[in-house]
């Protein structure tokens, strides 16, 4: 099987078609590159070729980007000098597009290439935009649901194919930032007004071929090969680049906190770039791209965003042998913020979704946050009144429990009391069909004490879904001690029609997640009962990457959660409950009111329209600050490691069943670094004989929270990483 093949008809347009035969959306391989570099020389050298189109076989788009087997196979190939095979890897594709770029033309004269035109049929990501961008013109197809961008950054890499160079160089600095920055992706009418393709059209391919048949040599010329070529915005060197440049430096290093070394790379090699010729500029990128490819923080971003998510929502731990359970109709208990929600990405997927409340007027409240969702949609022009409407028909709001009749999957959300939910199990179980799954959105009861009031306990099974659900990547599913596999399976089909990512674990108290994030606020809280300083606390935190500090956390997710989750693990745990100064806090805060964000007074002060104003100075009233600030790294390691060591117990208890999990719902449920590929990847990159050595350090001066788990011990004393030993053979190499 070829990925590329090339037909020639009478008119003299070749057609050169990528089309991978295993694969929903093409991607570039080490053959495939070869391919294409074969059918370009024919088609070059064919003097009855008078033009060529590129295209894909694939109806909805034209590439989803590299294959990144390619990338471990350049560094395998390259033996004991894995930047040499990387940089002489990423060179030869450079130098096909380039090939393709100058199409056969003079070098002195810059006449009689032959013109190259790519024709897009939907979405191009990544390579699927770098080829396209060495061609002569771009034409895209009319497809609303196509999205054209670069977006490798978001794995931890940056654009390396050539799309860094030749973007700026179209764009300038500045206008090609959000796309090389942030990995925007765009519409197609978006992408032309951007500058980034030439046509949107209805017909691409004929399009494409009348303007092969007619372009002229001024029209394949590529701005930067011809004379008196002047970047836009201009160049490092000129008043208006070099103030450009400043600024984004400021931004970049504003936005990553020096933690995202892809971006500082892309950053260098724009700017070095940007001072030399295109042909050595394509050099200068590569240089930059092997240094990032060489970066651990690369590897284990690629893995965890990219390999392991994509397998866990491809169905990599869904039980084998049942058939498909994908919802149909959907009873969702509570309407309020978490069940509203759930009925918005529910009703957003195409399922008909039943809305129960209290009262009538309860939930319709509920079934007006999806009104106002899709109406802040229709203002923002990303949704229309007729998506709307057909949007909220699927959801019927009611009281009528009766309501729930051929519902095949019940998600509760009802308020976090056992006896509360036990009573609407009861209730519900007795209206719905025998074969309905029952699931309940609780954050940290335990689901085999829920599923005691249930008569189907293989039936009930844990969904956790983050708020605000409809932005939260994220859905825990936890199994009960006697959750079945279809409970399991229907869960897993579920999730991936809301078109999220989840994670499978063993129900334990907090389940996986939980167990994570509430020791990292309770570290921070610890420290401000010591005399650190909570700006110091919430800039460390995110200096190591994390979207938000822990102190900040704890105003958006509210003292009173916090306060009522400790008071309910003390009654369950006794006297083995953990007591510590940061339950201290948490009460004394409640008491003055300071409830968060939502009462506009907690570790901050608010502003009548809620705006955080500063860090509260009364809490200095009651724990002083110390003189003597302790030092940033071991502010990071108590946040760091108190998250990462609750991951490896999670693992050494069966909680977690696979480490890919563990990585994936660390990133996308509460934003653990993503650039360390989450905590065991992290103990990975530092390796876990330090880990563990780092840990008795730790527990000497903090406390036995930082008591080395048996496993990471024993890890250490055999020198073994996490991937090495748990982790599936394609994600342990790459």
Same mark, same amino acid.
């Given at each position: 099987?070829?990925?590329?093949?090339?037909?020639?008809?009478?008119?003299?347009?070749?057609?050169?078609?990528?089309?991978?035969?295993?694969?929903?959306?093409?991607?570039?391989?080490?053959?495939?590159?070869?391919?294409?570099?074969?059918?370009?020389?024919?088609?070059?050298?064919?003097?009855?070729?008078?033009?060529?189109?590129?295209?894909?076989?694939?109806? !909805?788009? /034209?590439? $989803?980007? *590299?294959?990144?087997?390619? @990338?471990?196979?350049?560094? &395998?190939? #390259? =033996?004991? +000098?894995?930047?040499? !095979?990387? /940089?002489? $890897?990423? *060179?030869?594709?450079?130098? @096909?597009?380039?090939?393709? &770029?100058? #199409? =056969?033309? +003079?070098?002195?004269?810059?006449?009689?290439?032959?013109?190259?035109?790519?024709?897009?049929?939907?979405?191009?990501?990544?390579?699927?935009?770098?080829?396209?961008?060495?061609?002569?013109?771009?034409?895209?197809?009319?497809?609303?649901?196509?999205?054209?961008?670069?977006?490798?950054?978001?794995?931890?890499?940056?654009?390396?194919?050539?799309?860094?160079?030749?973007?700026?160089?179209?764009?300038?600095?500045?206008?090609?930032?959000?796309?090389?920055?942030?990995?925007?992706?765009?519409?197609?009418?978006?992408?032309?007004?951007?500058?980034?393709?030439?046509?949107?059209?209805?017909?691409?391919?004929?399009?494409?071929?009348?303007?092969?048949?007619?372009?002229?040599?001024?029209?394949?010329?590529?701005?930067?090969?011809?004379?008196?070529?002047?970047?836009?915005?201009?160049?490092?060197?000129?008043?208006?680049?070099?103030?450009?440049?400043?600024?984004?430096?400021?931004?970049?290093?504003?936005?990553?906190?020096?933690?995202?070394?892809?971006?500082?790379?892309?950053?260098?090699?724009?700017?070095?770039?940007?001072?030399?010729?295109?042909?050595?500029?394509?050099?200068?990128?590569?240089?930059?791209?092997?240094?990032?490819?060489?970066?651990?923080?690369?590897?284990?971003?690629?893995?965890?965003?990219?390999?392991?998510?994509?397998?866990?929502?491809?169905?990599?731990?869904?039980?084998?042998?049942?058939?498909?359970?994908?919802?149909?109709?959907?009873?969702?208990?509570?309407?309020?913020?978490?069940?509203?929600?759930?009925?918005?990405?529910?009703?957003?997927?195409?399922?008909?979704?039943?809305?129960?409340?209290?009262?009538?007027?309860?939930?319709?409240?509920?079934?007006?946050?999806?009104?106002?969702?899709?109406?802040?949609?229709?203002?923002?022009?990303?949704?229309?009144?007729?998506?709307?409407?057909?949007?909220?028909?699927?959801?019927?709001?009611?009281?009528?429990?009766?309501?729930?009749?051929?519902?095949?999957?019940?998600?509760?959300?009802?308020?976090?009391?056992?006896?509360?939910?036990?009573?609407?199990?009861?209730?519900?179980?007795?209206?719905?069909?025998?074969?309905?799954?029952?699931?309940?959105?609780?954050?940290?009861?335990?689901?085999?004490?829920?599923?005691?009031?249930?008569?189907?306990?293989?039936?009930?099974?844990?969904?956790?879904?983050?708020?605000?659900?409809?932005?939260?990547?994220?859905?825990?599913?936890?199994?009960?001690?006697?959750?079945?596999?279809?409970?399991?399976?229907?869960?897993?089909?579920?999730?991936?029609?809301?078109?999220?990512?989840?994670?499978?674990?063993?129900?334990?108290?907090?389940?996986?997640?939980?167990?994570?994030?509430?020791?990292?606020?309770?570290?921070?809280?610890?420290?401000?009962?010591?005399?650190?300083?909570?700006?110091?606390?919430?800039?460390?935190?995110?200096?190591?990457?994390?979207?938000?500090?822990?102190?900040?956390?704890?105003?958006?997710?509210?003292?009173?959660?916090?306060?009522?989750?400790?008071?309910?693990?003390?009654?369950?745990?006794?006297?083995?409950?953990?007591?510590?100064?940061?339950?201290?806090?948490?009460?004394?805060?409640?008491?003055?009111?300071?409830?968060?964000?939502?009462?506009?007074?907690?570790?901050?002060?608010?502003?009548?329209?809620?705006?955080?104003?500063?860090?509260?100075?009364?809490?200095?009233?009651?724990?002083?600050?110390?003189?003597?600030?302790?030092?940033?790294?071991?502010?990071?390691?108590?946040?760091?490691?108190?998250?990462?060591?609750?991951?490896?117990?999670?693992?050494?208890?069966?909680?977690?069943?696979?480490?890919?999990?563990?990585?994936?719902?660390?990133?996308?449920?509460?934003?653990?670094?993503?650039?360390?590929?989450?905590?065991?990847?992290?103990?990975?990159?530092?390796?876990?004989?330090?880990?563990?050595?780092?840990?008795?350090?730790?527990?000497?001066?903090?406390?036995?929270?930082?008591?080395?788990?048996?496993?990471?011990?024993?890890?250490?004393?055999?020198?073994?990483?996490?991937?090495?030993?748990?982790?599936?053979?394609?994600?342990?190499?790459?």
């Amino acid at each position: 099987m070829t990925d590329f093949t090339m037909n020639t008809d009478a008119e003299g347009v070749a057609t050169i078609t990528w089309d991978v035969a295993d694969k929903s959306m093409n991607v570039m391989s080490i053959d495939g590159l070869s391919e294409l570099d074969a059918c370009i020389d024919a088609a070059l050298a064919d003097d009855a070729v008078k033009g060529i189109v590129i295209t894909s076989g694939k109806a !909805g788009s /034209f590439a $989803g980007g *590299m294959d990144l087997n390619l @990338l471990a196979k350049m560094r &395998e190939d #390259a =033996g004991d +000098d894995p930047a040499k !095979g990387l /940089f002489e $890897g990423t *060179m030869k594709m450079h130098h @096909l597009l380039r090939k393709i &770029e100058r #199409a =056969g033309m +003079d070098k002195k004269t810059n006449k009689g290439g032959k013109p190259i035109a790519s024709v897009l049929p939907g979405t191009a990501a990544g390579i699927g935009l770098e080829l396209p961008l060495a061609t002569h013109r771009v034409f895209v197809a009319n497809n609303p649901k196509a999205r054209i961008g670069l977006p490798e950054i978001q794995v931890g890499i940056f654009p390396g194919a050539g799309g860094t160079t030749r973007l700026v160089r179209m764009l300038g600095a500045m206008a090609a930032s959000p796309l090389l920055l942030e990995g925007k992706m765009l519409s197609p009418d978006a992408a032309k007004k951007a500058g980034i393709i030439n046509e949107v059209s209805d017909d691409p391919m004929a399009d494409a071929r009348a303007w092969v048949l007619s372009a002229t040599d001024a029209d394949i010329l590529k701005p930067w090969d011809a004379k008196g070529y002047k970047m836009p915005g201009g160049a490092p060197y000129h008043p208006a680049g070099f103030m450009t440049f400043v600024g984004a430096s400021a931004m970049v290093n504003g936005k990553t906190k020096g933690v995202y070394p892809a971006a500082k790379a892309l950053l260098s090699a724009v700017y070095e770039g940007a001072l030399v010729p295109f042909d050595t500029a394509l050099k200068i990128e590569a240089r930059w791209f092997t240094s990032v490819l060489l970066n651990p923080t690369s590897s284990a971003m690629i893995r965890s965003l990219f390999l392991n998510k994509e397998a866990l929502e491809k169905g990599a731990v869904r039980p084998e042998g049942i058939a498909d359970q994908r919802v149909k109709k959907l009873g969702v208990l509570g309407a309020g913020m978490m069940g509203a929600g759930i009925a918005l990405v529910s009703a957003q997927a195409g399922i008909e979704v039943v809305l129960i409340d209290r009262d009538q007027a309860a939930a319709d409240k509920g079934k007006a946050y999806s009104e106002s969702y899709m109406d802040k949609g229709i203002a923002r022009k990303k949704a229309t009144v007729e998506k709307k409407e057909a949007l909220l028909s699927l959801i019927t709001a009611t009281a009528d429990l009766d309501a729930l009749k051929g519902c095949d999957l019940i998600i509760e959300a009802v308020f976090e009391d056992p006896a509360v939910k036990a009573e609407m199990t009861k209730k519900v179980e007795a209206v719905i069909p025998e074969d309905c799954i029952y699931a309940s959105n609780t954050s940290t009861l335990p689901i085999s004490e829920l599923a005691k009031a249930s008569c189907r306990a293989d039936q009930f099974i844990g969904i956790h879904f983050f708020s605000p659900v409809e932005r939260m990547a994220l859905v825990e599913i936890i199994k009960g001690k006697e959750t079945g596999d279809r409970a399991v399976a229907k869960a897993l089909d579920y999730v991936r029609q809301i078109r999220k990512t989840p994670i499978v674990v063993n129900d334990a108290r907090f389940f996986y997640a939980n167990r994570c994030i509430i020791p990292y606020g309770n570290e921070a809280n610890r420290m401000i009962t010591e005399g650190v300083a909570p700006w110091f606390i919430d800039q460390a935190a995110q200096m190591l990457g994390f979207p938000v500090g822990p102190v900040q956390l704890g105003d958006e997710t509210s003292v009173d959660l916090a306060t009522k989750i400790m008071r309910a693990t003390k009654a369950a745990m006794g006297n083995a409950y953990p007591a510590s100064e940061a339950d201290e806090l948490i009460v004394w805060l409640e008491e003055k009111g300071r409830l968060g964000r939502k009462s506009k007074a907690g570790y901050f002060d608010y502003d009548e329209k809620g705006k955080r104003l500063g860090y509260w100075k009364g809490m200095q009233d009651k724990y002083p600050l110390a003189e003597v600030q302790p030092e940033l790294q071991d502010v990071q390691d108590r946040l760091m490691f108190v998250q990462v060591l609750e991951a490896v117990r999670a693992l050494e208890e069966g909680v977690l069943m696979d480490i890919r999990e563990g990585d994936v719902g660390a990133i996308l449920g509460w934003g653990f670094a993503p650039w360390s590929g989450g905590p065991l990847s992290w103990l990975d990159m530092i390796g876990t004989p330090y880990a563990a050595e780092r840990c008795d350090q730790l527990e000497a001066q903090f406390g036995e929270r930082f008591k080395c788990p048996d496993l990471l011990r024993e890890m250490a004393d055999k020198n073994q990483s996490f991937y090495g030993r748990f982790g599936p053979k394609d994600a342990a190499a790459a």
